[in-house]
């Protein structure tokens, strides 16, 4: 057993790691928690040296009834919806699909999990030009060879767009989580089911999708956590116009363009406390695993 | 057991999974392919597979306008240097954690997860101001540190699910011996940590390469990694489609590679454990 000694050679041993993570969670956070209940426009010569206005809860209450909040909520819910339901769906397709034996199956692996190694800025950006330019796309070319008039994606479908470039970044992503899930199932199982003669369908619904519902759930709230901060792919791309300003590319803007410093500080306090709301469920699943 | 399959089966299973892999891989493909073209040739309609002239010209004219190797050289820095640092705070609380458990433990594990959870963009304004301060803003040690402390709570997590998994047994019988604390770790346990913590700079090298929010927000012209320089490349002034892949090709090589390395201990490191 451990002994006094060592107790306290442990306490030490951690003290770096909590108090530098320590101070970068209470530092900035309590800045922004300050900065969010005053007056704090630089570029009209407020300042701290001055001194700032305390305003109360102005901030919070502009920033909520400005005219781009519920647009924003609603980008965000858009995008982060679109691209959890496209991942987890195809997700589930595609790991068993990589689960069942055929030729080359090391390589089709890894051309499946490539997307996730690409920078946000790179991936963003070949979409973009690569892809979906109404001239030179790909997708212009494919379009006209079948008739069809190109479709400029990045205006008149700016939304859709990017919830394609982010499913292509994050589809690996739960393909192999989902696919190491699967590969823990009992195989006999299955077989013992397929002997008795159960169909395809009825054998995913009762076996392969339950064995699934840890992995899936602890896939969408990473994926949210992750998905709710993007910020390079709508910044090389549409620079938060066309309907594709989220709750994150709001605040940014707030602080970095508008100089609004206040607002957006309350705005940030707001995305503090969505995230943390999801991250309070994946912390009690991480949280039950430490138990066994 | 291998299930027994029928080679029709196989056939077909073989050609699916092989035209799904093919789209899913298909833009950086074009990219890559792209990059050895020439600009007339890059936006030539109907695109073109092959029978086109094969030229290196984008990779030279990309590193000699806008210094590809400077940014390679932040981005090694950055991504090495943030991962060196996080490993030596990581290791001794993860070792002490997997070894020494306390009651409070689990919370300070949870705790440190939390951490991660923080929206960036919430402290953007706090952080630049610290940098201000102290004189960070566009220096790689400053972004060095900041990518530290943002996958840190990774680092100790991944560590601590790799630490755990070696037996106590051991270390009670090294004990048993007579060996002090110092040796239990040299000669003990770090050569069965080896692995783990290898696993663990692997995923979070890349992690870091990758990482897009505050390398945009706190580099300028000095301390930008490959991150900002592509993103450099989205105004539609400097569109050239052949450039653009080489310097997107150039950016993503090295990770992609290290990348493939390190499947199994993406699922592990980005679950927290949670699925192994």
Same mark, same amino acid.
Do not use: H
């Given at each position: 057993m451990a002994t006094r000694h060592s107790r306290s050679a442990a306490r030490l041993m951690m003290a770096p790691a909590v108090i530098l993570l320590l101070g970068w969670m209470l530092v900035p956070l309590t800045m922004t928690l300050y900065f969010s209940f005053k007056r704090y426009l630089p570029m009209r010569g407020d300042s701290l040296e001055r001194g700032l206005d305390w305003v109360g809860f102005e901030n919070y209450a502009r920033f909520i009834g400005s005219s781009s909040f519920w647009p924003s909520v609603q980008a965000t819910l858009l995008i982060v919806g679109g691209v959890l339901v496209i991942t987890v769906i195809l997700g589930i397709l595609l790991a068993i699909l990589l689960d069942q034996p055929f030729w080359g199956q090391g390589i089709v692996r890894i051309l499946v999990i490539a997307p996730f190694f690409v920078m946000p800025t790179v991936s963003a950006l070949v979409w973009k030009n690569m892809m979906m330019d109404p001239v030179n796309g790909m997708f212009a070319h494919l379009w006209r060879f079948f008739g069809a008039e190109p479709v400029s994606w990045m205006s008149d479908a700016s939304v859709q767009s990017i919830i394609l470039i982010v499913s292509w970044q994050w589809l690996p992503f739960a393909t192999l989580i989902l696919l190491t899930a699967i590969q823990s199932l009992d195989s006999e199982q299955l077989e013992a089911a397929e002997m008795d003669g159960a169909p395809v369908l009825a054998r995913f619904f009762y076996i392969i999708l339950p064995h699934l519902g840890r992995a899936i759930t602890i896939v969408i709230l990473i994926q949210t956590i992750f998905l709710l901060s993007i910020f390079a792919e709508i910044f090389v791309t549409t620079g938060g116009s066309f309907g594709t300003r989220t709750l994150t590319y709001l605040i940014f803007q707030r602080v970095v363009d508008s100089q609004n410093i206040g607002l957006g500080s309350a705005g940030g306090v707001y995305a503090i406390i969505l995230a943390n709301i999801v991250a309070l469920f994946l912390m009690r699943i991480v949280g039950k695993n430490l138990d066994r | 057991m291998a299930r027994a399959v029928s080679t029709r089966r196989k056939i077909v299973t073989t050609a699916v999974a092989w035209a799904i892999g093919l789209l899913i891989f298909f833009p950086i493909y074009w990219t890559i392919l792209t990059s050895f073209k020439t600009e007339a040739q890059?936006?030539?309609?109907?695109?073109?597979?092959?029978?086109?002239?094969?030229?290196?010209?984008?990779?030279?004219?990309?590193?000699?306008?806008?210094?590809?190797?400077?940014?390679?050289?932040?981005?090694?820095? =950055? %991504?090495?240097?943030?991962? /060196?640092?996080? !490993? $030596?705070?990581?290791?001794? *609380?993860? +070792?002490?954690?997997?070894?020494?458990?306390?009651?409070?433990?689990?919370?300070?594990?949870?705790?440190?997860?939390?951490?991660?959870?923080?929206?960036?963009?919430?402290?953007?304004?706090?952080?630049?101001?610290?940098?201000?301060?102290?004189?960070?803003?566009?220096?790689?040690?400053?972004?060095?540190?900041?990518?530290?402390?943002?996958?840190?709570?990774?680092?100790?997590?991944?560590?601590?699910?790799?630490?755990?998994?070696?037996?106590?047994?051991?270390?009670?019988?090294?004990?048993?011996?007579?060996?002090?604390?110092?040796?239990?770790?040299?000669?003990?346990?770090?050569?069965?940590?080896?692995?783990? =913590? %290898?696993?663990?700079?692997? /995923?979070?090298? !890349? $992690?870091?390469?990758?990482? *897009?929010? +505050?390398?945009?927000?706190?580099?300028?012209?000095?301390?930008a990694p490959l991150t900002a320089f592509i993103a450099s490349y989205s105004s539609p002034e400097g569109l050239f489609y052949a450039k653009l892949s080489a310097a997107s090709t150039m950016a993503i090589a090295p990770i992609l590679i290290l990348g493939w390395f390190s499947q199994k201990q993406l699922v592990r490191g980005l679950t927290f454990g949670a699925v192994k």
């Open positions: - | 890059a936006i030539n309609n109907p695109p073109l597979f092959w029978g086109f002239d094969f030229t290196l010209e984008n990779y030279a004219v990309v590193q000699e306008r806008s210094d590809y190797m400077r940014f390679l050289w932040n981005s090694v820095v =950055i %991504a090495g240097g943030s991962t /060196l640092i996080g !490993i $030596l705070v990581a290791v001794p *609380a993860a +070792w002490s954690m997997a070894f020494v458990p306390s009651r409070r433990t689990k919370d300070i594990l949870l705790w440190m997860l939390s951490t991660k959870m923080l929206p960036a963009v919430g402290v953007l304004y706090p952080i630049s101001l610290i940098f201000v301060q102290f004189n960070l803003l566009d220096t790689r040690i400053g972004l060095t540190l900041v990518l530290m402390l943002i996958n840190l709570p990774i680092i100790v997590w991944m560590l601590y699910t790799y630490f755990r998994e070696i037996p106590v047994d051991i270390l009670e019988a090294a004990r048993m011996d007579g060996a002090g604390l110092r040796q239990e770790i040299l000669y003990v346990l770090t050569p069965m940590a080896i692995p783990g =913590i %290898a696993s663990t700079v692997l /995923l979070n090298i !890349i $992690l870091a390469w990758n990482e *897009a929010f +505050w390398t945009l927000t706190l580099t300028a012209a000095n301390a």
